[in-house]
């Protein structure tokens, strides 16, 4: 599939998520990407850093990067808590397709 109609079928759904449970949310913001313990890495956006300093924490951080000014993305529900994991991208277009590709729905599409 070219670039250009995986573009195209990712806006389609994007419009498609209007009035749906989950909607793709993306932002260019300052975010940490947080490698933990367990080797898997978060991204979590700079406004909320602050629980993963938390005493709570330590023993599950193994770091926090410097803050990052860039493309993040995911699925969340307005208005309720339901959110997948943000994940990073260059631009808000190669985002939208990332989430597509992830979470697509083809009956939605």
């Given at each position: 599939?070219?670039?250009?109609?995986?573009?195209?079928?990712?806006?389609?759904?994007?419009n498609a998520c209007i009035g749906q449970h989950m909607r793709p949310?993306?932002?260019?913001?300052?975010?940490?990407e947080v490698e933990l313990k367990d080797g898997s890495t978060e991204?979590?956006?700079?406004?909320?850093?602050?629980?993963?300093q938390d005493p709570v924490f330590p023993e599950r951080v193994e770091?926090?990067?410097?803050?990052?000014?860039?493309?993040?993305?995911?699925?969340?529900?307005?208005?309720?808590?339901?959110?997948?994991?943000?994940?990073?991208?260059?631009?808000?277009?190669?985002?939208?397709?990332?989430?597509?590709?992830?979470?697509?729905?083809?009956?939605?599409?």
């Amino acid at each position: 599939m070219s670039a250009v109609s995986e573009t195209k079928m990712a806006m389609n759904w994007s419009n498609a998520c209007i009035g749906q449970h989950m909607r793709p949310q993306i932002e260019r913001m300052i975010y940490h990407e947080v490698e933990l313990k367990d080797g898997s890495t978060e991204i979590v956006p700079a406004d909320v850093i602050g629980i993963y300093q938390d005493p709570v924490f330590p023993e599950r951080v193994e770091s926090i990067s410097e803050p990052i000014n860039g493309w993040i993305g995911r699925m969340a529900a307005p208005g309720y808590l339901d959110c997948t994991d943000w994940i990073t991208g260059e631009s808000y277009r190669k985002l939208l397709v990332e989430l597509y590709r992830i979470y697509g729905d083809d009956d939605i599409a």
